[in-house]
């Protein structure tokens, strides 16, 4: 072996080795699989003498549930929270989409609320507590009917919009989802003439003209600021508790309006729990 190759065999594995050692360094990382333990915080943020709305209904899946399509006819599920806030319907579709994925849920109730009808009043709050794992709880859906109507509901439609977990697995700490007046959505299932409309006139559950239109954004009560005219039941009227519904605190179409709030972090020591 002549002195040229002496030196460019140790040059050679001298580089091999800083190769590897690069691949080594920058394979992805294994993605994790936390499991985090939240509350989840609902606040209404209507006006006073504003719209209430119904126990929210909060569901945590890997990304495989839809709750609604814009454009596209509400499931069953949909209508019957739109227009009676019965989420009992939905709870059992989420079961049999997301039971073998770890999918979970729950109802927040507003204590608070009239007795045996636990709705969110207008500055009420509520929470729960929830245990997420990042493979089976990477998403979180949430769906309540807007009262009174006859079939206005807010939920988000896009599965992944509400992302916890990152693609690594890793909590991505806490999260405010604020839903204004512009993420009201007709169902589409019910003519809107404010008869037969839950919380205000309705004589028993899923009543009032049926109809079969896509979901869509709400026009907003009759002789609202985005819907003028009409001979409005809602704004102005008294609500199934005998509550004045303020024309403008209850019009969710006026520019800057807000209905709700929801809130997702981290337990920790200072809420009595352990992480």
């Not at 580089?15 to 499991?35: R, S």
């Not at 896509?214 to 002789?223: A, D, K, T």
């Not at 605190?249 to 800057?256: E, M, N």
């Given at each position: 072996?002549?002195?040229?190759?002496?030196?460019?065999?140790?040059?050679?594995?001298?580089?091999?080795?800083?190769?590897?050692?690069?691949?080594?360094?920058?394979?992805?990382?294994?993605?994790?699989?936390?499991?985090?333990?939240?509350?989840?915080?609902?606040?209404?943020?209507?006006?006073?003498?504003?719209?209430?709305?119904?126990?929210?209904?909060?569901g945590?899946?890997?990304?495989?549930?839809?709750?609604?399509?814009?454009?596209?006819?509400?499931?069953?599920?949909?209508?019957?929270?739109?227009?009676d806030?019965?989420?009992?319907?939905?709870?059992?579709?989420f079961?049999?989409?997301?039971?073998?994925?770890?999918?979970?849920?729950?109802?927040?109730?507003?204590?608070?609320?009239?007795?045996?009808?636990?709705?969110?009043?207008?500055?009420?709050?509520?929470?729960?507590?929830?245990?997420?794992?990042?493979?089976?709880n990477?998403?979180m859906?949430?769906?309540?009917?807007?009262?009174?109507?006859?079939?206005?509901?807010?939920?988000n439609?896009?599965?992944?919009?509400?992302e916890?977990?990152?693609?690594?697995?890793?909590?991505?700490?806490?999260?405010?989802?604020?839903?204004?007046?512009?993420?009201?959505?007709?169902?589409?299932?019910?003519?809107?003439?404010?008869?037969?409309?839950?919380?205000?006139?309705?004589?028993?559950?899923?009543?009032?003209?049926?109809?079969?239109?896509?979901?869509?954004?709400?026009?907003?009560?009759?002789?609202?600021?985005?819907?003028?005219?009409?001979?409005?039941?809602i704004?102005?009227?008294?609500?199934?508790?005998?509550?004045?519904?303020?024309?403008a605190?209850?019009?969710?179409?006026?520019?800057?309006a807000?209905?709700?709030?929801?809130?997702?972090?981290?337990?920790?020591m200072?809420?009595?729990m352990?992480?």
């Open positions: 072996m002549n002195r040229k190759e002496r030196t460019i065999k140790p040059m050679y594995w001298t580089l091999v080795f800083a190769v590897l050692a690069l691949v080594a360094t920058t394979q992805p990382l294994q993605a994790q699989d936390e499991t985090v333990n939240v509350v989840v915080k609902i606040e209404s943020l209507a006006s006073e003498n504003g719209v209430y709305f119904s126990p929210v209904w909060v945590f899946h890997d990304g495989s549930f839809d709750l609604f399509d814009l454009g596209s006819l509400a499931s069953e599920a949909v209508e019957r929270i739109a227009e806030g019965d989420n009992s319907v939905l709870r059992a579709d079961a049999d989409i997301t039971t073998e994925t770890g999918g979970i849920d729950g109802v927040i109730t507003s204590p608070a609320g009239f007795p045996g009808l636990p709705l969110f009043d207008p500055g009420e709050v509520s929470t729960a507590e929830f245990t997420l794992t990042a493979s089976q990477r998403y859906s949430f769906a309540s009917m807007v009262v009174p109507s006859n079939d206005a509901f807010i939920g439609h896009n599965p992944w919009a509400i916890l977990f990152d693609a690594a697995g890793k909590f991505k700490g806490k999260q405010i989802i604020t839903v204004p007046g512009s993420m009201v959505w007709d169902a589409g299932t019910e003519l809107n003439n404010e008869l037969d409309a839950a919380f205000i006139n309705q004589t028993a559950p899923d009543t009032g003209v049926t109809t079969t239109c896509p979901v869509l954004p709400h026009p907003g009560f009759l002789n609202s600021y985005a819907n003028p005219g009409g001979d409005p039941i704004l102005g009227g008294m609500n199934a508790a005998g509550t004045l519904i303020d024309p605190g209850a019009d969710f179409t006026l520019p800057y807000v209905v709700a709030r929801i809130t997702i972090e981290p337990v920790t200072n809420d009595g352990m992480p």
